[in-house]
């Protein structure tokens, strides 16, 4: 194996690595919510535990070849990772109140350090083509290339709103944040997960679903949702829930998320693939309709019409529906469950841990939404087994690929 197939099996064996600490914490997220930990502590264990983990990880192998380009510092996840897991865990119990005072500084600190080593290595790949004119499509999807071209115009966006949102976590660790946030705490969430998550998601999504699904997405549709997914983020932030700022910044973010939404369902449409993955992909495009006219009740609906519980239930539908199901529908294209040699892990395993994760969320937010505390609990925990069946699926697909390759 020369140089180069040496660093793509070290950025590869590494992304794997940052994709299964994702997958565990995305069951360590659901059981923390089962279990009735504090909110301050579960949203780092969903954010930057399992969405962020995963994002970094496939990112650091998907961004550089949709730039035409190989990462630059193929050693960079390796560094990086350290820097995330200390960051996230750190943010959890300062969350949860455990641990010393500084716990919540180093914890942002960390985790500043990790993006820092992230937008360095992308940054440095992608230097000499960094708005992705040069796409890396090949003549055979030649016409693809214009939506490829917009996709990867939001890279750099996500890149800021990522930059953004660390920065003013740290800000908010050491008591500096800025007035210009008047609620720092769920305006830096909503920077990372809307700016800099959902966004990337926007963009991927349009380069490897139709690829995935082999179909195709019509360039102003993918044009609506990257320009209403990048502007509307940084709305919501500067104005949260005060104004008319705030109000356009929901309008938008709902444009994107219900136009995502009608793109995923008209690929699904027109593929005659319907593999383990799909009901996960149709699930996420539900949740992000349901975010969408969530959001907008926020935004407009009169004080008191929506009950409290709805900001638990938007923040659920937006990480474990939206984001998570996403995640879990593409993971179960790039590690199809079949492969697998372990008995017990196959194509049915994955299909009831779909299952138990839409079933599971979909009792949990008609409890919250229609004030049923008793379809909570046990929608939470059918959540955590549909969350369990998934780490298993992937954990042994990446063991086994992991003895292969070494």
Known sequence: MGASGTAAATVTRWSRTFVAVGVGFFLAWQVAVAAGLPRAATVPLGVYGFVFHVVFGKAYTLVPSYFARELAVPLAPAIHLPFALLGTLGSVAAGAGRGPAMVGPVAAICWFAGVIVFVAAIGWTVRDNPTGRETGTGDTDAHRRRVDRLANAAVPVVVAYLLAGSALEMARAFGLEPTIAPAAGPATTHLFAAGTAAL???????????????????????????????????????DFRSGPVFSLGAGLEAVALVGFAAAVTDLSRQSDRDRVGSRALLGAAGCAGAVALLGLGFAFASAGLLPATAYTAHYRLAVGGFLALTIVGVSYRFYPPAVASASGIGDRTARVSIAALLGGLALEVAGLLGSVPALVGPGRWLSVLGAALYAAVCWTIFLERSALTG
């Open 200 to 238: 990337l998601v926007f963009a991927i999504g349009f380069r490897l679903l139709p690829r995935l699904l082999v179909a195709d997405v019509h360039p102003a549709l993918a044009a609506v949702v990257l320009t209403g997914g990048g502007v509307g983020p940084v709305l919501l932030a500067v």
